[in-house]
């Protein structure tokens, strides 16, 4: 049985399962050893080496369900992305990246890169085009997030992808909104995914880790700099993400099922005034995430009208909790302005379109009326 032919939800339950050959138990047996024999043994294993069994067997999950030949599971999304970056671009060398992305990137590759001599140029938009433009010769990784944080704008994946490989340029993405259950960037020839786990891999707010897959030699040359910089996940957490991963397909397509269904009626709800959300046909982007995502996803944004204080309507809220993270189960709100994006400017957030009245919603699995109800008491109540 070749991976790739295995279902979502079949990958999920099974592939990456550390068998228990001693008592037969239902579930992947938990290494805690940071210690192992290394005479006459074919893999010297060892926890900040990322093959420690757990940690083997559960990066095979996250490669079958990229469609890639191998992954890592780092100790958290930053770690992956940091590593990934640092093992492709060296001294010299220039990255071009996507001008909406993660603030925890942005703020990396702000902080970080001068210290290595690494140069790098945000574009001024998300289509190929502001891509293209901002090419140098000394280009070497092209790095893109879609659908994006907070106002879910969508880029071309197989357009940019193309423009790298037309240029001899590596590319990568954040696959963390979409997960991999709505999107294989693999599929439309991007070259490697990463992965905060502690979003939709981990989706229940308990787990920090995070994901990189793509071919095997781009994954040894990570593992070569990871070895190094060592942020790697613990055994306890890998077991604990393995578990929470069992369940990735079921819950995720829940929750964009009511994602979907909140944004209709949020769209037409008279105190909002705008929403944010690919599977909209009134959102720009809207056919372009059809043909690339296999759902839209259950991250969605809205603005209230005017009149209302976003702060109080959070407050006011008493099923959804307002929330920094985001992905799990349970549903959360976050204001962009007093968290992802709170370190920029007003102007800058005016540039961006990122006002006080916009509201991140992470949707979760709870039944959609009782989140309508409760949107609705927060509004009444104002
Ligand atoms: C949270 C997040 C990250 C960073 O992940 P951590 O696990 O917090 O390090 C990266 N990208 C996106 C899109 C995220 O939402």
């Known amino acids: 049985m070749t991976k790739k032919k295995l279902g979502l939800n079949t990958i999920c339950a099974h592939i990456g399962e550390v068998k228990d050959e001693q008592f037969k138990g239902a579930v992947s047996p938990m290494f805690l050893s940071s210690s192992y024999e290394f005479l006459d043994v074919e893999v010297k294993r060892y926890p900040r080496y990322f ?65 290595y001599g690494i140069e790098y140029t ?70 490697m995914v990463m992965h905060s786990a502690t979003k939709y891999f981990g989706g229940h707010s308990d787990i920090c880790a995070g994901a990189v897959a793509s071919s095997e030699a781009h994954i040894e040359r990570i593992w070569n700099v990871g070895k190094n910089l060592g942020g790697s996940l613990s055994d306890m957490t890998v077991w604990m993400l393995e578990r929470s991963m069992k369940t990735l397909g079921l819950r995720v397509k829940a929750q964009t099922k009511n994602a979907m269904k909140l944004a209709k009626w949020l769209d037409k709800h008279p105190k909002i005034s705008k929403v944010y959300y690919p599977g909209l046909k009134s959102h720009p982007e809207h056919k372009l995430a059809k043909s690339q995502m296999k759902g839209f996803g259950a991250m969605l944004s809205f603005e209230l009208t005017d009149d209302l204080d976003s702060e109080q309507f959070q407050k006011q809220l008493k099923l959804i909790k307002s929330s920094m993270s985001l992905a799990g189960v349970e549903s959360t709100l976050s204001s962009p302005h007093l968290t992802s994006h709170s370190l920029l400017t007003q102007e800058e957030r005016d540039k961006i379109g990122i006002s006080d009245q916009l509201i991140r919603f992470s949707v979760g699995i709870e039944n959609t009326k009782d989140l309508k109800r409760d949107i609705d008491q927060a509004i009444a109540a104002l």
């Not at 879910?152 to 990568?172: M, N, P, Q, R």
């Open 122 to 191: 945000f574009t001024n938009g998300y289509t190929v085009e502001d891509f293209e433009a901002v090419i140098q010769d000394n280009t070497k990784l092209i790095h893109i997030e879609t659908p994006s944080n907070p106002k879910l704008t969508i880029t071309d994946i197989k357009a940019v992808a193309k423009l790298g490989k037309s240029k001899d340029i590596l590319t990568s993405i954040d696959n963390t909104f979409a997960s991999s259950v709505n999107q294989n960037p693999i599929d439309l020839g991007i070259d």
């Open 51 to 115: 093959n420690t069994p757990n940690q083997e067997y559960l990066a095979k999950k996250v490669a079958a369900l990229e469609h890639t030949e191998a992954a890592l599971i780092f100790g958290s999304g930053m770690a992956a992305i940091s590593t990934m970056f640092l093992a492709f671009l060296k001294q010299g060398d220039h990255l071009v990246v996507q001008n909406t992305i993660y603030g925890g990137t942005v703020n990396f590759i702000k902080e970080e890169f001068p210290k």
